[in-house]
């Protein structure tokens, strides 16, 4: 499963993207994210708050209770501010 | 195209861009009204870059390629289905923007007012909330500053489409 | 300037021009963007001729010269004054208009989006209500149709402005 | 004083406008429409409904019931259908 990051939570996972093998007991947005942040000092900031942090499964937006399914693509990042 | 996609519920020529380019407004109009006699109101938005009382030296706009398309295009459809509109063309930069430069731009036409402006409206408040862009400022005195974080209004502007 | 005449209660550019000739939007917009940095929004809105599915050949539009400039600029004097615009440009032309050409144009630039929706709105339906101008259809096979009647629509748009 | 007419109102009067002399107990706008419409048939025709007739007073939007005052010009036109 390819994992995209943008913005600050780009900056400090200090990553655009990745590719993980998604490990047993990980179904879920946010379980993928406490699983995330339990990796290393960079993970862990980006998401010391989950709450805020926005997700895209196969690039359509999701709630963090959403099942990851058979998505390939994932994607972190802060709430948006264009326009 | 697929026989078996479904028909959009919509007219409207949707035209949605992603590109570091500036773009030309009067040509943006001419594209949706050129040929025509049915078109009777446009409303354009032009979002340009400020430097905030002078503390910005220019903005950084990341965004997602593939989802801004995509994430913008399904906005677009929705506006498209909900008012009677003629044509609609949304165009979003991304890259580095000097204060003073263009940013975004919505253009929505029809043939009474109420629609286009509503469309170009919606259009915006949605854009803000939803498009997978966002905005690193850079500080005139040269320091990189941090990401413009999002406001609250922005979502309550966008809740007031919301149809009860 | 008269040293006694009461100081404007708004800061915008505010410009109203009645003319014949058509205008162009691009230079309109850059008038009220261009050499500045603290612009973050312009709503266009631009009213055309329709040919009411083939009827028409032309609007003749009449105006009642002078009185026509002054309603408009004291619609977009309040304008102005209850909106924090940065400028506001308001061009309507008189006599014969093709179908598929412009009739109308208001630009309204702000800081921020909101304001420069809700006033370029604002603009238009008391320009459709109160400014005085009268359209006669001419149709499409020769014959001078009549004018144009007021809708009763324009009057509830007008109304949704007033603070209660 | 100036009376100018616009519109199907202008073609009804058959004049652009004219000037003219206020009589006495003509005081109000509507008693000089009342007055007008009794000139003829084309000022009849314009002033035949004149609930929907609209005023000006020097280039101000008034009410029927305004006083003509001191004005130097008056016009009568239908509502208005710009923009």
Redo the contacts between chains.
Sequence with gaps: MKI?Y???VRERVGLEEEEIELPAGVASVSELMAWLAARDEGYAAAFAEPEVIRV?LD?F?VEHEAPLGGASEV?F??????? | MDKTAPKPDYDAAVSVRVQADDF???RE?ATL???????????????????E??RLSALE????P??AE??IGRIAEEAAARWPLTGLTVI?RFGRIA??AN??LVVAAS?H??A??EA??FL?DF??????????EHLAEGAES?????KAADDS?AARWVKN
């Design positions: 995209r943008f913005a600050w895209a690039q937006h994607a990042f802060p709430p948006m501010t264009g326009g | 030309d407004i009067t109009i009204s050129e040929g025509r006699r049915d078109v009777g109101a446009i409303v354009t938005f032009t979002g340009l870059c400020r430097d009382d002078g706009l990341e965004h997602y593939g989802m995509a994430e979003h204060p003073g940013i975004v043939r007012r109420r286009a402006f170009a409206d915006m854009l803000k909330t939803r498009a997978p862009f966002w905005k690193k941090g990401w413009v974080e999002a502007d």
